[in-house]
């Protein structure tokens, strides 16, 4: 390495200073997804992270992922934010698998979680971190 040449920065850094909802199309996608469930793990309370997981598992590589990505948003929200989920979930509605996308809408019209059910949420993260009650606790944290 010569003297001048610095390190190549991992391009997921740009999210960091990021407020757009949208992953620039520079960063790989599995990495950026990655890198977003990383901040998730690390502080489950960040709307603006979670909602970028969820808009980003849209891609064609990580539809596997949305209802995971979903669900982790349902579950830090719990019954807050309403309107926060009623949009995510409406934007990804035409990619979520029938099922996922009438658990969701049964979420939002009954105002809690329904019963636990056999559909898969793959890729979410947040039922592995035993959330404490109340939710609330952990939006209080930025």
Known sequence: MKQHDF???NACFMLESRSS????AVIPTYAAWHYLSNLIVR???DLLNHTRR?????????KQFLPGALYDLFLVLNDAGFALRTRVFRSVLPD???????YFERWLMDG???G????PFKGSLLPALELSEPRTEILSHK
């Open 96 to 102: 979520l698998p029938d099922d996922h996308g009438e």
């Open 7 to 9: 390190p190549v920065v």
């Open 43 to 45: 502080n489950p309370g």
């Open 112 to 114: 809690r979680q329904p």
């Open 116 to 119: 636990v059910e056999d559909i």
């Open 21 to 24: 909802l949208h992953v620039p």
């Open 54 to 62: 969820v808009l980003h598992c849209r891609q064609p590589a990580l």
